[in-house]
C-alpha cells in the first residue's frame, strides 16, 4: 500500500491525490442515510459548505507549499551544492600543489583545509549550523594567515573564501546562481 501512495504522490503530486480524497468523500457521502433525510435546502447548505471548506483547505495546502518553497532549497540539496563546490575547491587545491614552491608545506595546507571542509559538510548534514559556521571561520582564519598568504595565491584563497559554506536557509535560487557563477 505505501509503494502504491509512493507511485501515486510521485505522478499526480500532492493535487492528484487530494483531488482523489476529495471525489472519494463526495462519492460515500452521497450514500449516506442522513443525506437521504434532508430538506433540498439542506443539502444544498451542506454541499455550499462542504465545496467552501474543500476550497479553504485547498488554499491552506497551498500557502504551506509556496511557503516551504521559497523558504529555502532543502536540506540534500543544499548539501549536494555544498559537497559541488568544496570538490572544486578541492581541484584548485591539487592544480596548485604541482605549482607550489613548497610542496612539503602546501600539502599540510592541502590537508589542513580538506580536513576543515569535510568538517565544515559533517556538521551541516547534521544540521549543526553553530559548528559549521565555527568550522568556517576555523577555515576562514586559517587561510588567511601571513604563513598561508605566502605559500597560496590570493585567487585560491578567495574561492575557498567564496565556496565554503552555504548559510542555512539560503533560498535555492541564489545557492545555484552563485555554483553556476
Known sequence: MDELWKVAFGIAGIGGIACFVLWSLYKNWLKMDIFQQMTKEQQYRLF??????????????????????????????????????????????????????????????????????????????????????????????FIDTDENRKLVPASLRDKIRDDCYVPPGTPKDLITSKAEG
Not at 551544492?81 to 602546501?106: F, M, T, V, W
Not at 551541516?124 to 553553530?130: F, G, I, P, Q, S
Open 48 to 141: 455550499q459548505l462542504f465545496f467552501v471548506l474543500s476550497f479553504l483547505f485547498a488554499l491552506a495546502g497551498l500557502a504551506v507549499y509556496a511557503l516551504i518553497a521559497t523558504r529555502g532549497g532543502s536540506h540534500t540539496e543544499v548539501q549536494k551544492i555544498l559537497e559541488s563546490k568544496h570538490a572544486g575547491i578541492k581541484e584548485e587545491l591539487d592544480k596548485e600543489s604541482s605549482r607550489s614552491q613548497n610542496p612539503q608545506e602546501y600539502k599540510q595546507f592541502q590537508a589542513n583545509v580538506e580536513q576543515k571542509l569535510a568538517t565544515i559538510r559533517d556538521a551541516h548534514r547534521k544540521n549543526e549550523d553553530a559548528r559549521s559556521r565555527d568550522a568556517t571561520k576555523d577555515l576562514l582564519r
